[in-house]
T-cell receptor, first 115, second 112 residues
Framework: DTAVSQTPKYLVTQMGNDKSIKCEQNLGHDTMYWYKQDSKKFLKIMFSYNNKELIINETVPNRFSPKSPDKAHLNLHINSLELGDSAVYFC??????????????FGPGTRLTVL | GDSVTQMEGPVTLSEEAFLTINCTYTATGYPSLFWYVQYPGEGLQLLLKATKADDKGSNKGFEATYRKETTSFHLEKGSVQVSDSAVYFCALLGGTNSKLTFGKGITLSVRP
């Protein structure tokens, strides 16, 4: 009964390709997020969605397009992959948007390698 | 904007040693503070949290106290185990958009 799941766990692809990462949460949460962890393990938020509505877009290139078909899913599509996109991508969810006391629960991560 | 500063790592300790990992923050308003842990090859797990000044979060023998006067949330454990070897992230959650701001993380290695 995984709370936040991501697929795939590993993704190896060539530069220029388009790929997607899927995320699902079964916690009944309203808000979902994508974070990027670089090679130095630094974590930074990319996007957040609340009830399928985009809330945060942290100056991410428009090659990255999140899509939320329903509030339990937040997928990340990346066009024209570049070497610098290689990273671990984490999905997370929290109960509400504006609750500063809400814990964010993270998925296991997707390690993307662009060759 | 919000920021979190963690002490430089990595940290290597012997089993049963005392652990302190420093974390200070800059934020407007009254953020919530978190410690997350990432075990090798795994995702992030919440270790503990504190949502207001003077709160103490604790879990698995780890503790951290939310100190508003020093804007700090240092992580401590009295006796570390080999299984505590991981990367530890301090983070704050502030404002109305639920954006978590992370520190750079610190790698802890515990020797038997």
């Amino acid at each position: 009964d995984t709370a936040v799941s991501q697929t795939p766990k590993y993704l190896v692809t060539q530069m220029g390709n388009d790929k997607s990462i899927k995320c699902e949460q079964n916690l009944g949460h309203d808000t979902m997020y994508w974070y990027k962890q670089d090679s130095k393990k630094f974590l930074k938020i990319m996007f957040s969605y609340n009830n399928k509505e985009l809330i945060i877009n942290e100056t991410v290139p428009n090659r990255f397009s999140p899509k939320s078909p329903d509030k339990a899913h937040l997928n990340l599509h990346i066009n024209s992959l570049e070497l610098g996109d290689s990273a671990v991508y984490f999905c997370a969810s929290s109960a509400h948007l504006a609750g500063a006391r809400d814990t964010q629960y993270f998925g296991p991560g997707t390690r993307l390698t662009v060759l | 904007g919000d920021s979190v500063t963690q002490m430089e790592g990595p940290v290597t300790l012997s089993e049963e040693a005392f652990l302190t990992i420093n974390c200070t923050y800059t934020a407007t308003g009254y953020p919530s503070l978190f410690w997350y842990v990432q075990y090798p090859g795994e995702g992030l797990q919440l270790l503990l949290k504190a949502t207001k000044a003077d709160d103490k979060g604790s879990n698995k023998g780890f503790e951290a106290t939310y100190r508003k006067e020093t804007t700090s949330f240092h992580l401590e454990k009295g006796s570390v185990q080999v299984s505590d070897s991981a990367v530890y992230f301090c983070a704050l959650l502030g404002g109305t958009n639920s954006k978590l701001t992370f520190g750079k993380g610190i790698t802890l290695s515990v020797r038997p």
